[in-house]
Structure formats: structure tokens, C-alpha cells
């Protein structure tokens, strides 16, 4: 499933750019925060901060900026990108469906090929939003790397009071 390159288009191949610290180290003048190390991070995490505040994007073709994740770092990460991909088939609560389609989603839809297509459109919608959700929190007034730095702890923070995670 997570096997291929994948290519980000639009503000969201702008926003990932930014977002990754592998943009810092490739380009020194770059503007970016590179609060997230790679952007095979950014995404396998993002669609996790798209589920957790129901935020979902579509493909974004404004503009002509890619940014492809190549195979290789893909399938260097494919058990964290399959754990992502089986949380949010199972706990999406976009469409009706029971318990137990769920779970057919999440698990046995892999070798459909139609369903899959489907679902991994579902993933990549919530992992675009998640991406959004990030680049806004890291925009909003933040310029410098201690700002970046500042942000990232105000984001663990609302990340715990929004979930009430105990430390």
C-alpha cells in the first residue's frame, strides 16, 4: 500500500516545504520552520492531527509547486504510514458505517482495489488538512527559530488540553 512515491501538490507541497527540517538543511535561505524533521514525517503524522480536529482537505491544484516523497523513504516508514492509515479507517466518523464495516475498511479492504483507492483518498484528505492545520499554527506570528521553537511547545499544549492527555 505505501509503496510508491507520492506527490504533494498545490499549498500543500508549499506547506509541507516549509514544515520540514530537511528544507533548512538543503537550502540555508530557505524560509522554513523545520519544526518536523522529513516530510515522510509530516506524512505519517498529519493525517492523525487531521482526524483529531476533524479537519480534511482536497487536492489543491492553484498553483504549479510539487513535493514528492520518494518510494524509498516511504517504505522506510510503511509501518507507521499502515498504523496511521488503520487508525483513521477506524475511527473516521465521516460516513455511517458500523463498527464492523469499519474494521472491514481498516483491514480487509487492502486487496480491493476500488475500496482502497477510496480509502487511501480518505487518508490523504485528512493528512492534507492535518498539514494545513499545522502550517497555520506555525505561521501565526511566528518568524524566527526561537518563535518556531515557542510554537511547538504551544502546540504540545493545546494538543493536551483539547485531549486531556495526562503527563
Do not use: C
Amino acid at each position: 500500500m505505501f509503496n510508491n512515491d507520492y506527490e504533494l501538490k498545490g499549498k500543500h507541497a508549499t506547506y509541507i516545504r516549509f514544515l520540514s527540517a530537511t528544507t533548512n538543511r538543503l537550502d540555508k535561505t530557505a524560509k522554513a520552520a523545520g519544526i518536523i524533521n522529513t516530510a515522510v514525517d509530516i506524512y505519517a503524522i498529519a493525517p492523525l492531527i487531521g482526524l483529531a480536529y476533524n479537519k480534511k482537505a482536497t487536492e489543491d491544484n492553484s498553483s504549479n509547486d510539487t513535493y514528492s516523497i520518494l518510494a524509498s523513504q516511504i517504505i522506510n516508514h510503511q509501518a507507521d504510514l499502515d498504523f496511521a492509515f488503520r487508525l483513521v479507517m477506524l475511527a473516521d466518523n465521516s460516513t455511517e458505517l458500523s463498527s464492523d464495516e469499519k474494521i472491514d475498511r481498516a483491514f480487509r479492504q487492502d486487496e480491493q482495489p476500488e475500496k482502497l483507492a477510496e480509502n487511501l483518498e480518505l487518508f490523504h484528505q485528512y493528512m492534507r488538512g492535518g498539514i494545513e492545520w499545522l502550517y497555520e499554527h506555525f505561521t501565526d506570528g511566528a518568524t524566527t527559530r526561537e518563535d518556531y521553537l515557542e510554537k511547538v511547545y504551544e502546540v504540545v499544549n493545546l494538543y493536551n488540553e483539547d485531549f486531556a492527555i495526562s503527563v
